[in-house]
Antibody, heavy 116, light 107 residues
Framework: QVQLVQSENEVKRPGASVRVSCKAS????????MNWVRQAPGQGLEWMGW????????KYAQRFQGRVTVTRDTSISTVYMELTRLRSDDTAVYFC?????????WGQGTLVIVSS | DIQMTQSPSSLSASVGDRVTITCRAS??????LAWYQQKPGKAPQRLIY???SLHGRRPSRFSGSGSGTEFSLTITRLQPEDSATYYC?????????FGQGTRLEIK
């Protein structure tokens, strides 16, 4: 069955960077885009970007351009999302979600807390 | 960016009721719309894709309709486990955008 397993929760200082991983299993890794979506506490869902694991092509939401980098390692079926220059309003749960159109399977989420 | 306006923001209904949630897109998106259910502390789960196709083994009590700019999610024969927040998502153009969510309470 399709599984997306994300890395553990993180606590970071403002200005630092965080890297969240998402390990895929149960399907052909290069056959589907991987999205990143975040959710601030008590708030709605916000799409950040995606990567095509087959080609490495990426697409970011403009508001994250310059701060977010999504990469993949096809040898271990894992996608990474790095967010730099963290601010307190980056505190959120970050989800990876498989899908070249509407995401169909989601990781369990990784809570990133940004606090001094 | 395409704005997705979802209504109502919250509603309360009883077991066995039928409810409808709507999403309006700020411009035409064909049928490039999905609906998700999210329970507290959990990841969203896709219910509907391509505006009206039921995802996998989701209960047939869930149905979607619409095209262009107006969409709806209908839940019939409400069950206690339907208590959740529901989101629409457009994937017609970048950035993908979600509606603000509808919190459904089962009385």
């Amino acid at each position: 069955q399709v599984q997306l397993v994300q890395s553990e929760n993180e606590v970071k200082r403002p200005g630092a960077s965080v890297r969240v991983s998402c390990k895929a299993s149960g399907y052909i890794f290069t056959g589907h885009h991987m999205n990143w979506v975040r959710q601030a506490p008590g708030q709605g869902l916000e799409w950040m970007g995606w990567i095509n694991p087959a080609t490495g092509d990426i697409k970011y939401a403009q508001r994250f351009q310059g701060r977010v980098t999504v990469t993949r390692d096809t040898s271990i079926s894992t996608v990474y999302m790095e967010l730099t220059r963290l601010r307190s309003d980056d505190t959120a749960v970050y989800f990876c979600a498989r899908g070249s159109y509407s995401p169909d399977y989601w990781g369990q989420g990784t809570l990133v807390i940004v606090s001094s | 960016d395409i704005q997705m306006t979802q209504s109502p923001s919250s509603l309360s209904a009883s077991v066995g009721d039928r409810v409808t949630i709507t999403c309006r897109a700020s411009q035409g998106i064909r049928d490039d719309l999905a609906w998700y259910q999210q329970k507290p502390g959990k990841a969203p789960q896709r219910l509907i894709y391509a505006a009206s196709s039921l995802h996998g083994r989701r209960p047939s009590r869930f149905s979607g309709s619409g095209s262009g700019t107006e969409f709806s999610l209908t839940i019939t024969r409400l069950q206690p486990e339907d208590s959740a927040t529901y989101y629409c998502l457009q994937h017609n153009s970048y950035p993908l955008t979600f509606g603000q969510g509808t919190r459904l309470e089962i009385k």
